[in-house]
Nanobody
Framework: QVQLVESGGGLVQAGGSLRLSCGASGRTFSIYYMGWFRQAPGKEREFAAAINWSGGSTIYADSVKGRFTISRDNAKNTVYLQMNSLKPEDTAVYYC?????????????????WGQGTQVTVSS
């Protein structure tokens, strides 16, 4: 079991920045990938960014590439999502997820554990 708790969401104006955090506990030694996904009202949950827990390689959705940065602090069992140049279309509930089998990466269905989500609202 892995427990995930997100924080750092809020309301920001377009062009602003936010940093999301996701703390992991439990079987963190088994984590292969950590990912950030987001879900806007009326839409499916979509991939935003992911990081290899041990090696640190990253992957981003085209919609956030160049604006968002995913990073991790293994000592703190925490993954971050730095979001810059935010746009109103970034408004969504953001979820972090843990993949213990290596089948996730950018694939939502490959992730095993999910946090409760944190709301990000970008005003125009």
């Amino acid at each position: 079991q892995v427990q995930l708790v997100e924080s750092g969401g809020g309301l920001v104006q377009a062009g602003g920045s936010l940093r999301l955090s996701c703390g992991a506990s439990g079987r963190t030694f088994s984590i292969y990938y950590m990912g950030w996904f987001r879900q806007a009202p009326g839409k499916e949950r979509e991939f935003a960014a992911a990081i290899n827990w041990s090696g640190g390689s990253t992957i981003y959705a085209d919609s956030v590439k160049g604006r968002f940065t995913i990073s991790r602090d293994n000592a703190k069992n925490t993954v971050y999502l730095q979001m810059n140049s935010l746009k109103p279309e970034d408004t969504a509930v953001y979820y972090c997820a843990a993949d213990l089998n290596g089948s996730g990466w950018y694939k939502r269905d490959g992730y095993d554990y999910w946090g409760q989500g944190t709301q990000v609202t970008v005003s125009s």
